[in-house]
T-cell receptor
Framework: QKEVEQDPGPLSVPEGAIVSLNCTYS??????FMWYRQYSRKGPELLMY????GNKEDGRFTAQVDKSSKYISLFIRDSQPSDSATYLC?????????????FGTGTQLKVEL | GAGVSQSPSNKVTEKGKDVELRCDPI?????LYWYRQRLGQGLEFLIY????????KSGLPSDRFSAERTGESVSTLTIQRTQQEDSAVYLC?????????????FGPGTRLLVL
């Protein structure tokens, strides 16, 4: 079993839809949770970062962490064609000495006009 | 300012040959990470450098893989006697420090194909 599970998609939605992306994980030591966006043939870029459980909102993006269920989500409101990309969840332990990230496989999202 | 750069952007090699991949981090970033992204899989951590400390090599998949970094500048990842399963995108990231809250900035990656 992988430490982080993520549905690879592809997920296709109409413009303006609310998108829900999710990851589950098995390592209870994970404390830091991130969502990265990766456009084709580009490196990942950080979208959202959350420490421990709770919600965080940034514009059209909301990240949720439920540590009791080992489940994290990213919601995108009013989705736009420019949101079409692969979304990767990533996590790390609070052990210090470096921030090694464990990634999900990524979910490919397409927002259609 | 300039982001993380990597070279070459693409590399095709024959099985058994050695390859060297280069990463130029953002100036002033003390931490540097290498990850591998195989088709259909998530990024896998390979190695991490922080300043002049000994690198964390815990993610290197075999002794054919090695990496160096000179001070807080350029890093090279070397794969000896390449195998077909080494085909992947190799991504480098740098961050200001190695702290948990520091954003890792990724380069565009080197796409390696081993024939």
């Amino acid at each position: 079993q992988k430490e982080v599970e993520q549905d690879p998609g592809p997920l296709s939605v109409p413009e303006g839809a609310i998108v829900s992306l999710n990851c589950t994980y098995s390592n209870s030591a994970f404390q830091y949770f991130m969502w990265y966006r990766q456009y084709s043939r580009k490196g990942p870029e950080l979208l959202m970062y959350t420490y421990s459980s709770g919600n965080k909102e940034d514009g059209r993006f909301t990240a949720q962490v439920d540590k009791s269920s080992k489940y994290i989500s990213l919601f995108i409101r009013d989705s736009q064609p420019s949101d079409s990309a692969t979304y990767l969840c990533a996590m790390s332990e609070a052990t210090g000495g470096g921030n090694k990230l464990t990634f999900g496989t990524g979910t490919q999202l397409k927002v259609e006009l | 300012g300039a982001g993380v750069s990597q070279s070459p952007s693409n590399k095709v090699t024959e099985k058994g040959k050695d390859v060297e991949l280069r990463c130029d981090p953002i100036s002033g970033h003390t931490a540097l990470y290498w990850y591998r992204q195989r088709l259909g899989q998530g990024l896998e951590f390979l190695i991490y450098f922080q300043g002049n400390s000994a690198p964390d090599k815990s993610g290197l998949p075999s002794d054919r893989f090695s990496a160096e970094r000179t001070g807080e500048s350029v890093s090279t990842l070397t794969i000896q006697r390449t195998q077909q399963e080494d085909s992947a995108v190799y991504l480098c990231a740098s961050s200001l420090t190695s702290g948990m809250v520091e954003t890792q900035y990724f380069g565009p990656g080197t796409r390696l194909l081993v024939l």
